[in-house]
């Protein structure tokens, strides 16, 4: 068992950054890969990134390719993601998402969730 605790989101004006992290407590997140997915009102939960299990291999879903970047510090059993030149159509809760095995793109695949940070991008 893992528990999730996603933290950094908030309100941002289109162009900028924000920086969200996932707290792993529980089992050790280096038994983990961990994925971020999204979910804007109205809409059903995209993937955004994953990353696997020692931090090399990496995935991105093409709206957000060049912009966003997932990274994790095994130490602090946190995952991170960056997100720049913020979009308003990036607005959404944000979720980060754990399953034991290699990286996904699909949330059926995820075994554990956070309870989500709101991203607010302003135009």
């Known amino acids: 068992q893992v528990q999730l605790a996603e933290s950094g989101g908030g309100l941002v004006q289109a162009g900028g950054s924000l920086r969200l992290s996932c707290a792993a407590s529980g089992r050790p997140s280096t038994n983990y890969a961990m994925g971020w997915f999204r979910q804007a009102p109205g809409k059903e939960r995209e993937f955004v990134a994953a990353?696997?299990?020692?931090?090399?291999?990496?995935d991105y879903a093409d709206s957000v390719k060049g912009r966003f970047t997932i990274s994790r510090d095994n130490a602090k059993n946190t995952v991170y993601l960056q997100m720049n030149s913020l979009k308003s159509e990036d607005t959404a809760v944000y979720y980060c998402?754990?399953?034991?095995?290699?990286?996904?793109?699909?949330?059926?695949?995820?075994?554990?969730w956070g309870q989500g940070t709101q991203v607010t991008v302003s135009s």
């Open positions: 998402a754990a399953r034991a095995g290699s990286r996904s793109r699909y949330s059926y695949e995820y075994n554990y």
């Open positions: 990353i696997n299990l020692n931090g090399i291999i990496t």
